[in-house]
């Protein structure tokens, strides 16, 4: 009798239209950074479990006096922290950074806490960069054969702000800080999952929320243009404030900044002098010098939320045969691109087999399917 397996493997996530739960304490955690040697990890609730981060962080596009991360970050001009999305009093885990990566220690959380890598400009208290990496596993949370949850491949920069600036403003909630099977389980109990080429469940339910990655992609042009003009010595404080009065955390705010720099004088020399962007298109609306307030709000409030695909469905379901299967692959959404692999891999959306029909099984076959 052949046995066939059939595993549904979903890596597009339901976005809803609420805002994230969270808040609570502090931690409490140790004072200090927790470097690459270092194996000592916060003990939440007597335990141990961890979210692992390494990532990259990248220096904007800034003319002379810009920001030189490699050597600011550890000369008190810029600082690197994971913290709660909902509470930024909150420091979620332990960072320590190189020239131009970091690595997190993010304990196993008491309450509901969505954890965001940000940099922050320590003179102006600004926040330059984030990325919402998603909700952190709460202790019981963690299946009892995990002890700690590896991530790599995180970027910090322009286009992880503008999800993360989406993301707060209209509201992503329910997005686990990752998602893996009981085949990825080492048997150490870590699980390793790389995003240097792919997309975290975060990051697609906020490009989503945001109408697509076209709005991603110009929300990152006017995030370069700001910081640049924020990190620039060729503008004065007083007109740094003028351009971001108070701190930049949602769409909107940063639009404001975005067309507050392309109008004034001495920050339109730092973007020329870049080439940088002194225009972008958010669905419809053009954000330029001419913005006002209300084509702003506009902008962000009429984007038309991207749905996603409804969950593949296999006939038949998994189960043992005695005879080849043709296995059926469909899903509710019109439209929609279903790519499988045959060979264990988890599809993408750039890997795995386009589904066109009836796949014949012959063999014990574990099947992996994603809808995009």
């Known amino acids: 009798m052949k046995k066939i397996s059939l595993l549904h493997f979903i890596l597009i996530i339901v976005v809803a239209l609420s805002g994230c739960g969270g808040g609570g304490g502090a931690l409490g955690l140790p004072g200090g950074s927790w470097g690459t040697g270092d194996s000592t990890v916060p003990v939440v609730n007597g335990s141990n479990k961890t979210v692992e981060v390494n990532g990259t962080f990248s220096a904007p596009a800034a003319p002379a006096g810009g920001p030189s991360y490699a050597t600011d970050l550890f000369g008190g001009k810029y600082s690197i922290a994971v913290i709660d999305k909902d509470n930024p009093a909150v420091e979620a885990g332990i960072v320590s950074a ?17 954890a965001m890598i940000v940099l922050t400009d320590i003179k102006s208290k600004k926040v330059l960069y984030r990325n919402i990496l998603g909700k952190v596993p709460k202790v019981s949370e963690f299946p009892t054969n995990v002890n700690k949850i590896i991530l790599k491949g995180i970027t910090l920069n322009e286009t992880s702000t503008a999800r993360a600036l989406f993301a707060i403003e209209k509201g992503v909630s329910n997005i686990a800080i990752t998602s893996f099977s009981t085949s990825e389980v080492q048997s150490d109990g870590t699980v390793t999952k790389d995003y240097t080429s792919s997309k975290t469940d975060f990051d697609m339910a906020s490009e989503n929320i945001a109408g697509g ?60 002098a870049a080439g940088l962007a002194s225009s972008v298109k958010i669905g419809d609306s053009t954000i330029n010098s001419n913005a006002t307030p209300a084509t702003i709000t506009s902008a962000v409030n009429t984007i038309t939320p991207i749905a996603a695909a409804a969950a593949p469905v ?59």
Do not use: E
């Open 213 to 272: 990655a076209a709005n991603i992609s110009q929300m990152a042009n006017a995030v370069q243009t700001v910081v640049a003009v924020l990190t620039s010595s060729g503008v004065n404080d007083s007109t740094k404030s003028a351009i971001a009065p108070d701190q930049i955390n949602s769409a909107t705010s940063l639009l404001t900044a975005f067309a507050n720099s392309v109008k004034n004088p001495s920050a339109q020399t730092v973007i020329t």
């Open 98 to 114: 190189g020239a131009s990566s970091f690595k997190a220690a993010i304990p196993a959380a008491a309450v509901n806490r969505y």
């Open 314 to 372: 296999f006939q038949p379901a998994g189960g043992s045969y005695d005879q080849d299967v043709n296995l059926i692959i469909t899903t509710a959404t019109q439209g929609a691109i279903i790519r499988y692999t045959l060979d264990g891999s988890t599809p993408s959306a750039t890997a795995g087999n386009i589904y066109s029909g009836p796949v014949t099984l012959s063999n014990t076959t574990t099947v992996k399917s994603r809808r995009g």
